[in-house]
């Protein structure tokens, strides 16, 4: 038997007409409606009692856990569990109370606007997040469908693809999908004017112009980064990535982040992969933020202190990287905060810092590398190899 009080559904442009009768039924008998303005011109609903949301939207959780034991119905746009608030009130209310009712979503809309398949498009949103997170999925030829913020999203997107060397993107705004209203803009990144509706879908196919930027998810080359000159390579970053193996929604701490280089790749290697970046010259903080910005994780989170001491109250890590830092005592309290299953990689390029890694492998196991890369520079007229330092790797695995 359901134990199922809160209804959320999904409702589009054509309102109450597009559900299903199970959905209208609920809206029709609901004691309590909550949502926005335009969810509520929607659904014609006389007798009950309409909430609106609330600022902050916090207050929202609270508000409807207030309600248990009436009929209420959470109204949202389209597909509650795509970008939308439905995920995040099943996160606090548990999911056998709730029962949701998906409407088509303006993904599923837009993608049928433009006879696109969405298996082979990148969904994505810059609703209540910073736009710079979208950067990561410019290459060439790609098609990204993109829930915006406003009518100013279209302009800040095709700033983003412009700078990248993305202008002759091809733009499409597609306005009230569904509806009576219903609008379509089209236009290029570089040359983008129209004055668009606040609520609409934007569909972007990437063209790539001379010097575009054309990067991988990881192993980015070192001048795609600001830095000065005291980084992880990017030979080493790469093994380092594949040992520390970024996942959807995992925390690393970065310690001794510099200018973000691993951080930065952590977060594009993953679907809303996170990161500390702990690091404590302004300086390197200061280039850090600029390459998360520029490099599409603008939610770098960055730290000024330092370790072990600055490791507590952090929330627990998936990942650990020290690329400084490095000591027995920072190695002990990474691998104590460690969740289940988490990884550790440290880096080490002086003998001192060698011999903390000797250190720990005797202690704790795992898989000791000396990693060295050379790479071909002029001779006069010819051509030699010329080493980097060689960096000493130590990686190690938490069990359960």
Same mark, same amino acid.
């Given at each position: 038997?359901?134990?199922?009080?809160?209804?959320?559904?999904?409702?589009?442009?054509?309102?109450?007409?597009?559900?299903?009768?199970?959905?209208?039924?609920?809206?029709?008998?609901?004691?309590?409606?909550?949502?926005?303005?335009?969810?509520?011109?929607?659904?014609?609903?006389?007798?009950?009692? #309409?909430?609106?949301?609330?600022?902050?939207?916090?207050?929202?959780?609270?508000?409807?856990?207030?309600?248990?034991?009436?009929?209420?119905?959470?109204?949202?746009?389209?597909?509650?569990?795509?970008?939308?608030?439905? =995920?995040?009130?099943?996160? =606090?209310?548990?999911?056998?109370?709730?029962?949701?009712?998906?409407?088509? $979503?303006?993904?599923?809309?837009?993608?049928?606007?433009?006879?696109?398949?969405?298996?082979?498009?990148?969904?994505?949103?810059?609703?209540?997040?910073?736009?710079?997170?979208?950067?990561?999925?410019?290459?060439?030829?790609? #098609?990204?469908?993109?829930?915006?913020?406003?009518?100013?999203?279209?302009?800040?997107?095709?700033?983003?693809?412009?700078? #990248?060397?993305? !202008?002759? $993107?091809?733009?499409?705004?597609?306005?009230?999908?569904?509806?009576?209203?219903?609008?379509?803009?089209?236009?290029?990144?570089?040359?983008?004017?129209?004055?668009?509706?606040?609520?609409?879908?934007?569909?972007?196919?990437?063209?790539?112009?001379?010097?575009? @930027?054309?990067?991988?998810?990881?192993?980015?080359?070192?001048?795609?980064?600001?830095?000065? !000159?005291?980084?992880?390579?990017?030979?080493?970053?790469?093994?380092?990535?594949?040992?520390?193996?970024?996942?959807?929604?995992?925390?690393?701490?970065?310690?001794?982040?510099?200018?973000?280089?691993?951080?930065?790749?952590?977060?594009?290697?993953?679907?809303?992969?996170?990161?500390? !970046?702990?690091?404590?010259?302004?300086? #390197?903080?200061?280039?850090?933020?600029?390459?998360? =910005? @520029?490099?599409?994780?603008?939610?770098?989170?960055?730290?000024? !202190?330092?370790?072990?001491?600055?490791?507590?109250?952090?929330?627990?890590?998936?990942?650990?990287?020290?690329?400084?830092?490095?000591?027995?005592?920072?190695?002990?309290?990474?691998?104590?905060?460690?969740?289940?299953?988490?990884?550790?990689?440290?880096?080490?390029?002086?003998?001192?810092?060698?011999?903390?890694?000797?250190?720990?492998?005797?202690?704790?196991?795992?898989?000791?590398?000396?990693?060295?890369?050379?790479?071909?520079?002029?001779?006069?007229?010819?051509?030699?190899?010329?080493?980097?330092?060689?960096?000493?790797?130590?990686?190690?695995?938490?069990?359960?």
């Amino acid at each position: 038997m359901s134990t199922a009080w809160l209804n959320i559904i999904g409702i589009g442009e054509d309102g109450i007409d597009g559900l299903s009768q199970e959905a209208r039924a609920l809206i029709s008998a609901a004691e309590i409606i909550i949502g926005g303005d335009r969810h509520h011109k929607l659904a014609d609903a006389p007798n009950a009692t #309409r909430i609106k949301w609330p600022s902050p939207f916090d207050a929202m959780i609270d508000t409807i856990k207030s309600y248990k034991g009436k009929s209420v119905v959470v109204l949202v746009t389209g597909d509650p569990l795509w970008y939308s608030v439905g =995920a995040r009130i099943g996160r =606090a209310i548990p999911v056998a109370e709730i029962s949701y009712h998906p409407q088509l $979503s303006a993904f599923q809309w837009a993608a049928a606007r433009l006879g696109w398949s969405l298996a082979d498009v990148e969904t994505l949103t810059v609703h209540g997040r910073a736009a710079e997170q979208i950067v990561p999925y410019f290459a060439p030829d790609v #098609r990204l469908l993109i829930l915006t913020k406003d009518k100013t999203s279209p302009e800040t997107v095709a700033e983003l693809l412009v700078d #990248r060397g993305y !202008g002759a $993107s091809k733009m499409t705004v597609l306005a009230a999908l569904g509806g009576p209203n219903e609008a379509r803009f089209e236009g290029v990144a570089e040359s983008w004017k129209h004055d668009v509706p606040d609520f609409h879908t934007l569909a972007v196919e990437c063209v790539a112009g001379a010097g575009a @930027q054309i990067l991988p998810r990881t192993g980015l080359p070192d001048d795609a980064f600001v830095h000065d !000159g005291k980084m992880t390579k990017r030979a080493v970053r790469a093994l380092a990535l594949s040992k520390l193996a970024p996942t959807r929604g995992a925390l690393l701490w970065d310690i001794g982040c510099g200018c973000g280089s691993i951080a930065i790749e952590w977060m594009r290697g993953a679907p809303e992969a996170q990161a500390i !970046g702990l690091e404590p010259r302004e300086d #390197r903080r200061a280039m850090a933020q600029q390459n998360a =910005a @520029q490099l599409g994780t603008p939610k770098l989170k960055l730290v000024d !202190g330092q370790v072990p001491h600055s490791l507590g109250g952090l929330p627990a890590p998936d990942a650990v990287f020290i690329g400084g830092g490095l000591s027995m005592e920072t190695v002990a309290v990474s691998i104590d905060a460690l969740k289940p299953h988490g990884r550790l990689v440290a880096h080490a390029v002086t003998l001192e810092s060698e011999a903390v890694l000797l250190e720990v492998f005797a202690k704790h196991g795992g898989e000791l590398q000396r990693i060295s890369v050379e790479s071909v520079i002029d001779v006069g007229s010819f051509h030699g190899w010329k080493p980097s330092m060689s960096v000493t790797q130590w990686s190690w695995s938490k069990d359960l």
